[in-house]
């Protein structure tokens, strides 16, 4: 990373974030870690480049990328906090990725297996897809740009983000290569199209996801050139290299696949991103991955949307992709055969062998949860009976799944307050009430009463201000409220130190995430973890105990 001296943005608060370190530039940005101030997690910070910074059509360019962003709802695109000025920069906060991109993965490992590409990409597709469904180009997609959670943050270990939309575009107003003299896209990767100034739509990522693919494959990129003409050249007027040449290995039907999609029309290209990873993965022979993957262990180097900049690390060993989960949140405990983790609408087991819909479902409730994890335990621990083909020694087709139980029902009144409806992410739990998602709003909720928001906004970085303004106004009326009558309003405790997520908020105690352990933090004291148990499925019982333990003492 930077040194402080050279950077004099370290050390100094944007947006109630303290700037802790420069994580590399994206295409016209330069980007940071900084953590916040209260909450103790971190974010990604980015600002326009200081070159750009006077420029009228870069600062609304630079600033589109977080209405575009924000306004797209999709688990592999990375979430927009917030946007502002400072200092005359504009600058963006958004969800701090810990892991790499896929070009620092190529810089240590290429080409990459199949399986591993496929599992990679089929994420990519799907966002790239969902972007183009709301009638946006993302007009940049180049491995930089992909960015890998390493499974220290709050993701599973292979989630894929896409990022950058800085150079996105409503397909209905066109697009020019340049803008004031400078290129709208990277060499390397951009469409025929682009470069002939002509207009574009999805089509174009799709040839930037084809040259993408082909360098995964063959381990360059389609047209390497010595100048900068020459790529631009080769991209118009040349055809597409068989990727065959460099890998002998791979199917024949792998180079036609490919071939389409680098067509110089973008009318004998692939329709959408997802139909090209499909004929790519019945030529390649793999079965694709449309969700979060367990991929191999990475090296954790928090990036956003930077170029190379670390020395090759050695390389990490393949996986296999499983079939696709579906109604999938997040998964937050991997077993050898089923996952526990969320749906939109509650916990949910699955078959992680078999994929598809989950195999038990549970309202989302403390209550409920005893039970998926009490379930979960019991699919996992059950030994899975041999039929007489693999007591043969013959392969057999994975096991069908079980049949889905039907829903616990909700507790009633004696087991506590409703549960909370329509929560997608719950990222701030007051005394009163908790600022969060549903599927398409920003939302509060009151944690007392339950059931739906008690407010809602649009997902949009001007909303979430309104939204983060009002929960503390909301949060401020229930300490003076609940303060007593002879002294002033409870003053906001310390910042938990080391917080990636808490997941459960009691009376004195909070139980959650660090980075690299499930904690237990004094919520009235502040500061460090009083208790920290191994990142482990084995462990959270013990921390779960633990809590309730802690909270007992307070009563």
Same mark, same amino acid.
């Given at each position: 990373?930077?040194?402080?001296?050279?950077?004099?943005?370290?050390?100094?608060?944007?947006?109630?974030?303290?700037?802790?370190?420069?994580?590399?530039?994206?295409?016209?940005?330069?980007?940071?870690?900084?953590?916040?101030?209260?909450?103790?997690?971190?974010?990604?910070?980015?600002?326009?480049?200081?070159?750009?910074?006077? $420029?009228?059509?870069?600062?609304?360019?630079? !600033?589109?990328?977080?209405?575009?962003?924000?306004?797209?709802?999709?688990?592999?695109?990375?979430?927009?906090? $917030?946007?502002?000025?400072?200092?005359?920069?504009?600058?963006?906060?958004?969800?701090?990725?810990?892991?790499?991109?896929?070009?620092?993965?190529?810089?240590?490992?290429?080409?990459?297996?199949?399986?591993?590409?496929?599992?990679?990409?089929?994420?990519?597709?799907?966002?790239?897809?969902?972007?183009?469904?709301?009638?946006?180009?993302?007009?940049?997609?180049? %491995?930089?740009?992909?960015?890998?959670?390493?499974?220290?943050?709050?993701?599973?270990?292979?989630?894929?983000? !896409?990022?950058?939309?800085?150079?996105?575009?409503?397909?209905?107003?066109?697009?020019?290569?340049?803008?004031?003299?400078?290129?709208?896209?990277?060499?390397?990767?951009?469409?025929?199209?682009?470069?002939?100034?002509?207009?574009?739509?999805?089509?174009?990522?799709?040839?930037?996801?084809?040259?993408?693919?082909?360098?995964?494959?063959?381990?360059?990129?389609?047209?390497?050139?010595?100048?900068?003409?020459?790529?631009?050249?080769?991209?118009?007027?040349?055809?597409?290299? /068989?990727?065959?040449?460099?890998?002998?290995?791979?199917?024949?039907?792998?180079?036609?696949?490919?071939?389409?999609?680098?067509?110089?029309?973008?009318?004998?290209?692939? @329709?959408?991103?997802?139909?090209?990873?499909?004929?790519?993965?019945?030529? *390649?022979?793999?079965?694709?991955?449309?969700?979060?993957?367990?991929?191999?262990?990475?090296? /954790?180097? %928090?990036?956003?949307?930077?170029?190379?900049?670390?020395?090759?690390?050695?390389?990490?060993?393949?996986?296999?992709?499983?079939?696709?989960?579906? $109604?999938?949140?997040?998964?937050?405990?991997? =077993?050898?055969?089923?996952?526990?983790?969320?749906?939109?609408?509650?916990?949910?087991?699955?078959?992680?062998?078999?994929?598809?819909?989950?195999?038990?479902?549970?309202?989302?409730?403390?209550?409920?949860?005893?039970?998926?994890?009490?379930?979960?335990?019991?699919?996992?621990?059950?030994?899975?009976?041999?039929?007489? @083909?693999?007591?043969?020694?013959?392969?057999?087709?994975?096991?069908?799944?079980?049949?889905?139980?039907?829903?616990?029902?909700?507790?009633?009144?004696?087991?506590?307050?409703?549960?909370?409806?329509?929560? /997608?992410?719950?990222?701030?739990?007051? @005394?009163?009430?908790?600022?969060?998602?549903?599927?398409?709003?920003?939302?509060?909720?009151?944690?007392?009463?339950?059931?739906?928001?008690?407010?809602?906004?649009?997902?949009?970085?001007?909303?979430?201000?309104?939204?983060?303004?009002?929960?503390?106004? *909301?949060?401020?009326?229930?300490?003076?409220?609940?303060?007593?009558?002879?002294?002033?309003?409870?003053?906001?405790?310390?910042? *938990?130190? =080391?917080?990636?997520?808490?997941?459960?908020?009691?009376?004195?105690?909070?139980? =959650?995430?660090?980075?690299?352990?499930?904690?237990?933090?004094?919520?009235?004291?502040?500061? /460090? %973890?009083?208790?920290?148990?191994?990142?482990?499925?084995?462990?959270?019982?013990?921390?779960?105990?633990?809590?309730?333990?802690?909270?007992?003492?307070?009563?």
């Amino acid at each position: 990373m930077y040194p402080r001296a050279v950077d004099p943005r370290i050390g100094t608060v944007v947006a109630g974030c303290r700037i802790e370190e420069r994580l590399g530039p994206g295409g016209m940005s330069l980007v940071y870690r900084a953590e916040h101030a209260t909450l103790g997690r971190n974010v990604a910070i980015k600002f326009l480049a200081p070159e750009l910074a006077n $420029d009228q059509a870069s600062r609304e360019r630079f !600033l589109r990328e977080s209405r575009l962003a924000a306004a797209l709802h999709h688990p592999n695109i990375v979430p927009i906090f $917030d946007a502002g000025e400072v200092d005359g920069v504009p600058y963006i906060t958004m969800h701090f990725v810990e892991g790499t991109d896929l070009a620092r993965l190529l810089a240590r490992e290429s080409p990459l297996a199949s399986d591993r590409m496929l599992a990679i990409l089929a994420q990519v597709a799907g966002a790239l897809d969902a972007a183009h469904d709301r009638g946006l180009v993302h007009r940049d997609v180049k %491995p930089a740009n992909i960015l890998i959670a390493s499974g220290e943050g709050a993701e599973a270990p292979g989630h894929v983000y !896409l990022t950058d939309f800085g150079l996105a575009k409503q397909v209905r107003v066109g697009s020019s290569i340049t803008e004031q003299g400078r290129l709208m896209g990277t060499l390397d990767y951009i469409a025929p199209e682009q470069i002939q100034g002509l207009e574009v739509d999805r089509r174009a990522d799709i040839y930037s996801l084809g040259c993408v693919v082909y360098e995964c494959i063959a381990g360059v990129t389609p047209f390497p050139r010595d100048t900068e003409v020459a790529t631009l050249y080769a991209h118009v007027q040349e055809p597409p290299p /068989a990727a065959g040449e460099r890998r002998p290995d791979l199917p024949p039907r792998v180079d036609a696949v490919v071939a389409r999609t680098l067509a110089k029309r973008p009318d004998d290209r692939y @329709a959408t991103c997802g139909q090209f990873l499909e004929d790519l993965a019945a030529a *390649l022979d793999v079965i694709p991955a449309t969700g979060p993957v367990e991929l191999p262990p990475m090296i /954790a180097e %928090p990036v956003l949307a930077a170029e190379p900049w670390e020395e090759p690390a050695a390389a990490p060993v393949e996986a296999t992709s499983p079939p696709p989960l579906a $109604d999938l949140v997040a998964i937050d405990h991997h =077993g050898t055969r089923f996952g526990l983790g969320r749906t939109p609408e509650g916990y949910a087991v699955w078959n992680l062998i078999t994929g598809g819909e989950p195999v038990r479902r549970f309202p989302l409730t403390d209550e409920a949860w005893h039970e998926a994890w009490r379930m979960f335990h019991e699919l996992e621990t059950t030994p899975a009976e041999p039929t007489p @083909a693999e007591s043969r020694g013959e392969e057999v087709e994975a096991p069908a799944e079980p049949t889905p139980a039907e829903p616990l029902a909700e507790p009633g009144p004696a087991a506590g307050a409703r549960p909370l409806e329509g929560v /997608a992410v719950l990222d701030y739990r007051g @005394a009163g009430y908790g600022l969060g998602r549903t599927e398409d709003e920003y939302a509060i909720w009151n944690l007392a009463a339950g059931g739906g928001p008690v407010e809602t906004w649009p997902i949009h970085p001007d909303a979430w201000r309104d939204a983060w303004a009002r929960y503390h106004e *909301l949060q401020a009326a229930v300490a003076t409220t609940e303060a007593p009558d002879d002294s002033p309003a409870t003053a906001a405790p310390p910042a *938990l130190v =080391g917080v990636v997520s808490v997941d459960y908020t009691g009376r004195g105690y909070g139980l =959650g995430r660090t980075a690299n352990a499930y904690a237990i933090w004094d919520l009235g004291a502040g500061g /460090a %973890p009083v208790r920290t148990f191994p990142l482990d499925p084995a462990a959270w019982p013990t921390a779960w105990a633990e809590f309730h333990a802690l909270q007992s003492s307070t009563s």
